[in-house]
């Protein structure tokens, strides 16, 4: 059975050299052109992931994603025991999946997806939401960020204007879960792509004292750790590019590492897990003709050169294994694993691999209760 996304599903994804780094990858011609006269140029002139890019994509299909999922092989990862959540579980935890960047609400609730997957597991639907994101949000970060000096210094926090609007909606969210859910009830954040390195920003500026550009709590980003049980990220560019390169968060994912490093609130109980996955070694395509479409390889050594510095890395096809996992976090690699919910069969979220890392978070969560 194949999942394809439409190309409505899919609707305004952002610049293409940003999508590389956080998210599903369709864009088409006319996307480009309209969203790069939105930004800025220095964000256009990163040659080699524009034309990577920007080479092969149609307004109907997605050739990488169609790539992706025509892969196959053996995988070591496959579908295990199902492990359900305990009654106490289900009475006291809250699963916040926080969306990765260009993914939008539906698209974790959509058949066959993250909800649905985690509902077969035995949560309950007042056990899982996701964070209400639409896909034009993410626009945001440029129209919000290009105001802002540091944003063009790469050197702006996660709480200024482009990435801040995000943590508001997490801070907002974990206060609706809490008022309906009940002051006992816990939260895990599942942050997918983005999401999984915004969901460390978000806990890490519920602390006062690391937070140096205010003296007291922001109640508009806080996220009180006490109400957290843990996070888990799937896919997630948890450490920032190396020096020299270009920062694509434009100082936020970096910031985030000084601040709250590894597994920041580890010794307050809460845990983490972070999830990589092992699909697609990176190899640098050369064009023979400007309209060759970019292969599966080739993709991935764009986006692994932008997030790691290392084009032949391997990883999950967005994002190398090497930028997935914090130190002193339950570690979790899985092979044949891909980044992308266009391969809705063979991402983290899938029936494949789910019940890998979810035993993980409920060995944790057992630990707590």
Known sequence: KEHRLSIRDQSVHLVPIIVVLFGRSMISIRT???VGAVVCCELLSHAALVTALANGFTTNTN???DLFAKITGDSSSSKGELVAPTSEMLESTHLLILPG????MNDYTMD?????VLRSRGWGEDNISVLPVERGDWLKVFLRGCFDIKFWQSDAAPTRAAFRWYL????SEVKIIKDRCGDDTKI???GHSAGGWLARASIGYGTTEVYPERKEFDSAVQVDKKDIFGIVTLGAPN?????????MTRGALRITNELFPAAFHLPNGLFYLTVGGLAVTGEEQVRTTPFERTSVTGFAFNSYEAVCGNGSATGDGVVPIESSHLDDAIQLTLDNCFHSINALDKWYGSDLFIDKWHSLMLDELDARM
């Open 32 to 34: 480009f052109w309209f």
């Open 112 to 116: 066959d997806s993250l909800v649905p």
């Open 168 to 171: 508001e909606k997490v801070a």
């Open 239 to 247: 450490l920032p590019p190396p020096e020299g390169l270009m920062d």
């Open 188 to 190: 895990v954040l599942v």
């Open 63 to 65: 050739p990488i994603m």
């Open 101 to 104: 960047f260009g993914n939008a």
